[in-house]
T-cell receptor, first 109, second 114 residues
């Protein structure tokens, strides 16, 4: 929705790192999430971070959270062609998830 | 364990027709959700159900009704379809705000209203 914003497109060379950025507005968010959506498929939860954490690493994925600036980022190390997809960030407030519009990541050889 | 299943996968309706989108999960989750996804936008919450027998409106509930008759199934009904309801509909199930990482989405239902 309107409360979560992302850049629309990112092009990255295979083997480089990708960084996808997201800003949110509600400081009462409990969890923040990153999802991956491949063409014609549903969303796949990639990783999440609790709002009292600054960083979370999970294999090739690193999530950074700056609560002061309400900024969330997802870094994908050693980006592969299979990482081409739309990536959504979302914040949870109570039971509800509020999503950004998605960042389309294109990996070029 | 089939995860989250949705039926149908595709549907074409005429304006004014009704239909029910079905969602089922076999993971014993309390919470289930219906979202719609439109081009260039993130998912928007239509309705959610925190537990069997309870439902609440989300961000865009107008024109929809839901039913959570048991823990496993959560259906979304369009009583009188409108072209503005052309969208891709996703069902999600998870644990209700307790364990934030347990979320599963269905494959989606693609609906075209003429």
């Amino acid at each position: 929705g309107e409360d979560v914003e992302q850049s629309l497109f990112l092009s990255v060379r295979e083997g480089d790192s990708s960084v996808i950025n997201c800003t949110y507005t509600d400081s009462s968010s409990t969890y923040l999430y990153w999802y991956k959506q491949e063409p014609g498929a549903g969303l796949q939860l990639l990783t999440y971070i609790f709002s009292n954490m600054d960083m979370k690493q999970d294999q090739r994925l690193t999530v950074l959270l700056n609560k002061k600036d309400k900024h969330l980022s997802l870094r994908i190390a050693d980006t592969q062609t299979g990482d081409s997809a739309i990536y959504f960030c979302a914040e949870r407030i109570d039971y509800k998830l509020s999503f950004g519009a998605g960042t389309t990541v294109t990996v070029r050889a | 364990n089939a995860g989250v299943t949705q039926t149908p996968k595709f549907q074409v309706l005429k304006t004014g027709q009704s239909m029910t989108l079905q969602c089922a999960q076999d993971m014993n989750h309390n919470s289930m959700y219906w979202y719609r996804q439109d081009p260039g936008m993130g998912l928007r919450l239509i309705y959610y159900s925190a537990s069997e027998g309870t439902t609440d409106k989300g961000e865009v509930p107008n024109g929809y009704n839901v039913s959570r008759l048991n823990k496993r199934e959560f259906s979304l009904r369009l009583e009188s379809a409108a072209p503005s309801q052309t969208s891709v509909y996703f069902c999600e199930s998870g644990l209700a705000g307790v364990d934030g990482e347990t979320q599963y989405f269905g494959p989606g239902t693609r609906l075209l209203v003429l």
